[in-house]
């Protein structure tokens, strides 16, 4: 995989907290998908809000309805079935990994949230992928305001997760015959069994 099309991928997964991009809806251009998912976005978002709300989308939405929005716009523009109650699910796990990042002292730092956007914005300046484009011409503001507001709640919950996996691994050291990736991977496992404990508490 190419680092331009991770970048992408990344993007994707802080739109909707999963790890899943695909080139689906083959008849439309990147651009035109990414303008097809914030259309879709608004109308989701505007069965929700008065014309006022509508105008402070970026800030006045309710994180559940948006993200049921941002998942039924990514079902229409991107031609992947999302549910609503994955998208319920999603909510309910990011709360709760933020609060047990909070009571362990990982949560990630101001610094380190705007350092994480500052890399993929200048990523995004140097070298602009289409889907993302698309979405900030659509939803017509600047890439600081799609990527330090849009984005914003997607970057503070991928490091979160990223935190915790770190403490994680304190927890569960690396065997010797277990590769990078293995290893990874079984850390991703921990952390699911970690929210399912989290749910179950």
Known sequence: MNYKKSVVIAITCLLLGVISYVYATQDLSEVEKGKLFIKEYKEETMKHQTKEQHDNQLKNINELNDKIARYKAYSKAFGVKLTEEQAVKKVKEKILLEQYAKQHDIYPTKEEISK?????????????????????????????????????????????????????????????????????????????????SLENA
């Not at 503070?156 to 927890?171: C, G, N, P």
């Not at 590769?179 to 850390?187: A, G, L, P």
């Open 116 to 196: 994480r956007i500052e890399e993929h914005k200048q990523m995004y300046v140097t070298d602009p992928y289409p889907v993302a484009q698309g979405m900030i011409e659509e939803l017509d503001i600047t890439v600081d305001e799609f990527f330090y507001e849009f984005l914003y709640d997607g970057y503070v919950a991928d490091l979160v997760r990223l935190k915790i996996i770190e403490h994680l691994k304190s927890k569960h050291p690396k065997q010797s015959n277990e590769s990078e990736q293995d290893y990874h991977e079984r850390m991703i496992q921990e952390l699911d069994h970690l929210v399912q």
